[in-house]
Nanobody, 124 residues
């Protein structure tokens, strides 16, 4: 059973940066693919970024490509999402999620464990 805890959210202005962290525990972090998803008010949860277990393969939603960077520190059991040039449309609750194998994936139904979420609010 994995536990995931996000942190680093907050209120920022358009053009600012934030880095989200997700600390994992309960099973060996280095074995599993990870992802970030987000849910804006009144919308369904959507894919943001994903990374494989050793960190050498990543994938991004078109809406964040070039602005967001997903990374991981397996020694610290931590997943990161560096978010640059934030825009009001990036306002959402951001969730980290863990798979049951080493591969990255875009679909949320391929993830077994989820964090509680971190609020990111971007003002214009």
């Amino acid at each position: 059973q994995a536990q995931l805890v996000e942190s680093g959210g907050g209120l920022v202005q358009a053009g600012d940066s934030l880095r989200l962290s997700c600390v994992a525990s309960g099973r060996p972090f280095k074995w599993y693919g990870m992802g970030w998803f987000r849910q804006a008010p009144g919308k369904e949860r959507e894919f943001v970024a994903t990374i494989n277990s050793n960190g050498d393969t990543t994938d991004y939603a078109d809406s964040v490509q070039g602005r967001f960077t997903i990374s991981r520190d397996n020694a610290q059991s931590t997943l990161y999402l560096q978010m640059n040039n934030l825009q009001p449309e990036d306002t959402a609750v951001y969730y980290c999620a863990q798979r049951n194998n080493e591969f990255q994936h875009r679909r949320e139904n391929r993830y077994a464990y989820w964090g509680q979420g971190a609020q990111v609010t971007v003002s214009s």
